[in-house]
């Protein structure tokens, strides 16, 4: 993919949860099975990274769990980040925090003011890294950040698995691109919450998910799939270092 492609699909996203970031967040006020499956198995100390937190219902869920560790979580878009903050600026400031940061930007991983987390965690935030490229990159820049016992844990969305949700698919032309621009895997949805918005959505597949560990030394630890009415709109997988 042409990097003048991957800066419109970023900015398509960015536009996107700049201006829904209300009704988006309204949408996400309990977290996927897949995730509460993940928070049961974790370290109960550890210094977590979530890449891509959202609007802190992960972080809430920590606290009402009494986790013992630290959290940190990132998000591009400063609109999630306040109602996430909001929620938790007088909870526990010191060993959670949020911080805006964008994953498709060069430096991020330099900028987490010495903090070094042992598990990263990533649900639902690779599938709107546009271009192969870039991804292997975000990835690579993941497993330095770790230690050698770290754990990679993330889920990427698939909306392939419900008739519904591929009724959302949109033609690129919408957005002012072509099919020829994008790879294979890339879609375009809408959204219809609250007004009529358009994202950028990659679509895993096992063998890419594969590739990407391989490319990037990490070693599938785990794989299962979760949420959605039909259990399986979330693909999860928790990577080691080789």
């Known amino acids: 993919m042409l990097s003048e492609t991957a800066a419109r699909l970023i900015d398509l996203n960015r536009q996107f949860y700049q ?14 099975p897949g995730v509460q499956r993940v928070l049961d198995n974790l370290p109960s100390a550890a210094r977590l990274l979530d890449l891509g937190c959202g609007n802190g219902e992960l972080a809430r869920e ?73 991804r ?21 969305w698939q909306f392939l698995n419900s008739p519904r949700l591929k009724e959302r698919i949109q033609p690129w032309e919408a957005a002012g691109l072509e099919a020829a621009q994008v790879e294979d895997g890339d879609y375009l949805l809408d959204w219809r919450q609250g007004g009529h918005g358009l994202r950028y959505v990659h679509h895993f597949s096992q063998e890419e998910l594969d590739d990407l560990a391989r490319h990037t030394g990490f070693a599938i630890h785990s794989t299962f799939l979760s949420d959605g009415e039909n259990g399986k709109l979330g693909l999860y997988q928790v990577w080691t270092l080789c």
């Open 136 to 156: 292997l990159d975000v990835l690579g820049k993941v497993h330095r950040l770790l230690p050698v016992d770290g754990q990679f844990i993330f889920s990427v």
């Open 19 to 32: 201006t829904f970031a209300l009704q988006f967040s309204a949408t996400r006020q309990r977290l996927q």
């Open 62 to 134: 920590l606290l009402r769990r009494n986790y013992q560790g630290s959290y940190l979580g990132l998000d591009f878009s400063q609109e999630l980040l306040i109602q996430a903050s909001a929620a938790l600026a007088e909870s526990e400031p010191g060993r959670f925090r949020f911080q805006q940061s964008d994953l498709t930007a060069s430096g991020w991983e330099e900028n987490l003011g010495g903090y070094q987390p042992q598990v990263i965690l990533a649900f639902a935030a690779l599938h709107h890294i546009p271009g192969s490229q870039l």
